[in-house]
């Protein structure tokens, strides 16, 4: 049954999405075919114009990836489709799970088809020299290979987008407890439980800097914290991140688990 309600929200999701990767490939395309003619001012412009108008559709999708998971969650669980939803022989549970699974599935797949555009709109030699030389440099900066560091930096970017959708998610169960205001509450919980895991981040770094690394703690104390101070941020912040990812999770789970107060 998980796969089967798996199945209608990636549908759901991803019958919108799917219209702005497929505006977004064939613009980058378009760029990377402009991108041949030489010698040619108009067709430069062009080509920019294109590879702008394709980076805009991807960010337009990672938009839509949020505002649609939260609006099959808030219509599936508790708008129109809820009393459907809560009738059929399928846990609460189960229905979580799946919308976020299928978030997560989101998330990957636009950043899958982001990198796919940036490839098709810019890749050339000048452009790979160039950014082999900005990664290499700050790789070696922070003492870390650059594997490391385009995977800290990709996994920090999309455990954001993923405690972002999390956040939204229990401030909507939290919120429908209410019986007044219940969109507005919502709002307010998902945004309150935003800004407390990242005053706990802000809370951990400190105390992490007062304790432990004079070098974190650069970062309150100096304008000039030295580069070991970042590194220590990129393996704390994915460590933060990630835990915060799975207690929003958990709690969202458990709080639906109380009831469901249908709009």
């Keep these: 049954m998980f796969l089967k309600v798996l199945k209608y929200d990636l549908k759901w999701v991803f019958s919108l999405i799917n219209i702005f990767y497929i505006l977004a490939l064939v613009f980058a395309i378009l760029a990377r075919i402009t991108l041949y003619i030489e010698d040619s001012f108009v067709f430069m412009i062009i080509n920019k114009i294109l590879s702008a108008t394709s980076i805009s559709m991807m960010v337009s999708a990672f938009v839509n990836v949020i505002t649609r998971s939260w609006v099959r969650f808030k219509r599936n669980m508790y708008g129109d489709e809820s009393y459907l939803s809560h009738t059929l022989a399928v846990s609460k549970n189960v229905l979580y799970c799946s919308k976020t699974l299928t978030s997560v599935i989101a998330v990957f797949t636009t950043f899958i088809v982001l990198l796919a555009c940036i490839l098709l709109c810019y890749y050339s030699e000048n452009f790979i ?16 290979t650059v ?16 405690y972002i959708l999390f956040s939204g998610y229990t401030g909507m169960i939290i919120g429908h407890r209410f019986n007044q205001s219940k969109m507005g509450m919502s709002v307010i919980f998902g945004f309150a439980i935003y800004m407390a895991c990242q005053t706990v981040m802000v ?35 994915s460590i933060l991140y990630f835990a915060f990812d799975v207690a929003i999770f958990f709690v969202g789970k458990q709080q639906l688990s109380k009831g469901v107060n249908v709009d």
């Design 129 to 144: 020299e160039g950014l082999k030389l900005i990664i290499n440099s700050t790789a070696q900066s922070l003492d870390v």
């Design 147 to 162: 594997g490391g560091f385009i995977s800290y930096v990709l996994l920090i970017i999309i455990l954001e987008f993923i």
């Design 203 to 237: 809370i951990v770094m400190f105390l992490g800097g007062l304790l432990f690394s004079k070098e974190l703690l650069e970062l309150f104390t100096s304008t000039n914290p030295q580069i070991n101070a970042v590194k220590t941020i990129f393996v704390l912040g």
